[in-house]
């Protein structure tokens, strides 16, 4: 073998193996269920978010508690989900908790811009219609301390539901939109599905009366 070949096939060791080691750090992503690369596992809020943590965050939004059980087992299809209290870190029977008058659930995502120009909107009607319907927020992404940042900065304070794993829009079938908002009648039916965002308390009211006639 002559020493040109010899460099030669040294070159091409050392590029196959720095190959490979890229090839590995690409691939260095934790396993999801049954060993799946790559598969996220949602979870209702991040591990950073420990009730210390979020001590200071839930102090600034200063949220309502969130709407109490009432005797009706509520929305068939939310029967069995529960999902966390973002005001004070309760676990909350969504079903049993929406139940027993009209409700305009309101799913949104700190991140989405649209979501926060209709928070304040859903606010303002609720103000408006007072105890005839309740308004609830769905925070649809695991990182609740930013969720209480974003409702304190906007200065809307409604119960809201930390929910990171989306478990109330696929009970409800919501599409994968935000914001998206669902109209609940007062037996627990769903009234209307609305993949769309709202601009003024106005167009949720009218939205809304549409949905129940």
């Avoid at 070949?5 to 691939?27: C, K, S, Y």
């Avoid at 989900?81 to 079903?95: I, L, M, N, T």
């Avoid at 308390?201 to 129940?212: H, L, M, P, Q, S």
Wanted: aromatic share 4%.
């Amino acid at each position: 073998m002559t020493t040109s070949t010899r460099w030669t096939l040294l070159v091409l060791a050392v590029v196959a193996a720095l190959v490979a080691a890229l090839f590995v750090e690409l691939d260095d992503t934790p396993p999801g269920p049954a060993g799946d690369p790559g598969t996220t596992v949602a979870r209702t809020h991040r591990d950073a978010d420990t009730p210390e943590a979020l001590a200071g965050p839930r102090q600034r939004a200063d949220l309502p508690p969130c709407p109490a059980g009432a005797d009706n087992p509520g929305p068939r299809e939310l029967r069995g989900v529960v999902v966390e209290c973002a005001a004070d870190g309760a676990d909350v029977d969504v079903a049993h908790a929406l139940a027993g008058r009209p409700v305009v659930l309101n799913l949104w995502a700190y991140w989405c811009g649209p979501c926060a120009e209709e928070l304040p909107a859903m606010a303002e009607y609720q103000r408006r219609v007072g105890d005839d319907v309740s308004v609830v927020t769905v925070h649809q992404d695991e990182n609740e301390t930013a969720a209480l940042l974003r409702l304190a900065e906007l200065g809307v304070r409604l119960p809201t539901l930390q929910d990171g794993q989306r478990k109330i829009a696929a009970a409800l079938r919501v599409p994968n939109v935000m914001p998206a908002t669902v109209v609940l009648r007062a037996d627990g039916s769903v009234a209307k599905i609305l993949p769309q965002a709202f601009t003024s308390a106005d167009e949720i009211a009218a939205a809304v009366k549409n949905a129940v006639q």
